[in-house]
């Protein structure tokens, strides 16, 4: 979310969202304070901020069902009577949130499939009915590239996953490179350690392959949606890519 921006501020965005597209905006809330230093430094934040998230969350919820109490005679306008779709992201304490105040959790897939498991079966013991929703619902997120070969959906991957090594080791996240450049760059071994860890966490290759490691991911997660973000520097590869997994998930004719 937030504490860059207040929960007033926060509810009556999205209430203009809302409003405009009923039923179809979705309000992805977390604890994130910014990518690197050098952005939490820009929006005049420190990590400890983060510690407040439970009672923002309040507020900003409290807002949208008119039952916000920290600032008395205060209303979002609009927003208090709407209901944009609201997800805690499950970073750090975030499972904990979500459940407490019954809403839904997206959670990263990881390497640690037992972890992320755990994680989500806590949230779903604990979770607790309310306004937003009766019953607890896991969105799982996961990185997936389809390509006619292995190598060509590594390709779409690599971009991103490069910029995320570089603000790992250099402090700034670059604008995405062509993976061609990529492959030919000079890598330190911190940075190829990062690439390596990305790609492995990812779900890529051709239809063939990529379609029961989805499978498996859902039975292992037991998750009730999946969410696929996918970000890279060939716009026409990436749209390719999206239509083969509409394919493969039988989407396409939707």
């Known amino acids: 979310m937030l504490p860059n921006h207040r929960p007033l501020v926060v509810a009556e965005q ?42 923002l969350l309040t507020e900003l919820l409290g807002y949208f069902t008119g039952e916000q109490r920290f600032h008395p005679g205060v209303h979002a306008r609009p927003g208090e009577g709407l209901r944009p779709e609201p997800f805690v992201l499950a ?24 972890a992320t498991r755990a994680k ?3 949230y779903r013991l604990d979770f607790r ?21 292995r190598e060509a959906a590594e390709d779409l991957l690599l971009p991103e996953y490069w910029s995320t090594a570089l603000s ?17 760059a000079a890598k330190t071994r911190r940075e190829s350690m990062y690439l390596e860890q990305a790609l492995a ?44 997994l509409a394919e493969l998930t039988g989407l396409a004719s939707h």
């Open 14 to 55: 999205f209430g203009v969202l809302e409003s405009l597209f009923e039923g179809r905006i979705d309000m992805g809330l977390g604890r994130t304070l910014g990518f690197v230093p050098a952005v939490r430094a820009a929006l005049g934040h420190d990590l400890d901020e983060g510690d407040d998230f439970d009672d």
């Open 91 to 114: 970073v750090g304490s975030g499972g904990e949130y979500a459940a407490k105040h019954g809403v839904g959790l997206v959670i990263a897939s990881s390497k640690e499939p037992v």
């Open 120 to 122: 989500i079966d806590d």
């Open 129 to 149: 009915p309310s306004a937003w929703r009766s019953e607890p619902y896991v969105v799982v997120a996961q990185t997936v590239a389809v390509a006619a070969t």
């Open 168 to 184: 790992r080791t250099k402090g700034e996240f670059p604008p995405l490179r062509p993976s061609a450049e990529i492959r030919a």
């Open 201 to 244: 966490g990812a779900v890529y290759g051709t239809a063939d392959e990529v379609a029961p490691r989805l499978a498996g991911l859902v039975e292992a997660t037991g998750a009730d949606e999946l969410l696929v973000g996918t970000t890279t520097y060939d716009r026409k590869a990436l749209f390719d890519s999206h239509r083969r």
